[in-house]
């Protein structure tokens, strides 16, 4: 199975600041890699699709200050400019092969 | 717009069995790859199985396998997940999820607690 090191497990910051969030996987995934928001009592939420796309012209209530990167093995989600409504755990997922495994998960909080 | 709701949770003694049901509206049902994932409580996400579009093709993850069967009736468009032999750690919220490409479409989730 693929494992995905997700880091921070969380993070603190200021309205205004731009955060960035790291997936590692442990082999070579392309860049079949998703990034989800989950808030309190909710489901998951696709911001990033493959690796880098943002799923906002897939769906409305998707902000463009969500960004995603990389390919391969290392990659990056970065919110820019930190609102109060960004508060939420992500995850990342990994598709290229089954079984599908998710980052641990980055909580968000603000400072 | 497409939209999944889950049903079938509630509280289970260990041992027993349960069945989910996952309905599907707004998209073709029948055209796409389903997939359960959980979630434990106050724990991250967990995927469990996936289907075929057409059926032909289930694959669950390792600590489900031999006791959760993915299935699906594309004529009532729903999803399913039969749980036997229910074990303490199978607690959580359980959301079906579509495939297009990768999962997008979620359900709100329903919730499975595992108790004597």
């Known amino acids: 199975d693929i494992q995905m090191t997700q880091s921070p497990s969380s993070l603190s910051a200021s309205v205004g600041d731009t955060v960035t969030v790291t997936c590692q996987a442990s082999q070579d995934i392309g860049s079949y890699l998703n990034w989800y928001q989950q808030k309190p009592g909710k489901p998951p939420k696709l911001l990033i699709y493959?690796?880098?796309?943002?799923?906002?012209i897939l769906e409305t209530g998707v902000s463009s200050r969500f960004s995603g990167g990389g390919s391969g093995t290392g990659f990056t989600f970065t919110i820019s400019s930190l609102q109060p409504e960004d508060i939420a755990t992500y995850y990342c997922?990994?598709?290229?092969?089954?079984?599908?495994?998710f980052g641990q998960g980055t909580k968000v909080e603000i400072k | 717009q497409a939209q999944l709701v889950e049903s079938g949770g509630g509280v289970v003694q260990p041992g027993r069995s349960l069945r989910l049901s996952c309905a599907a509206s707004g998209f073709t049902f029948s055209n796409y790859v389903m997939h359960w994932v959980r979630q434990a409580p106050g724990k991250g996400l967990e995927w469990v199985a996936v289907?075929?579009?057409?059926?032909?093709?289930?694959y669950n993850a390792d600590s489900v396998k031999g006791r959760f069967t993915i299935s699906r009736d594309n004529s009532k468009k729903t999803l399913y997940l039969q749980m036997n032999s229910l074990r303490a750690d199978d607690t959580g919220m359980y959301y079906c999820?579509?495939?297009?490409?990768?999962?997008?479409?979620w359900g709100q989730g329903t919730t499975v607690t595992v108790s004597s």
């Open positions: 493959d690796a880098s796309n943002d799923a906002s």
């Open positions: 289907i075929a579009s057409d059926g032909s093709y289930k």
């Open positions: 997922l990994q598709y290229d092969n089954l079984p599908y495994t």
């Open positions: 999820a579509r495939e297009s490409d990768s999962p997008d479409v």
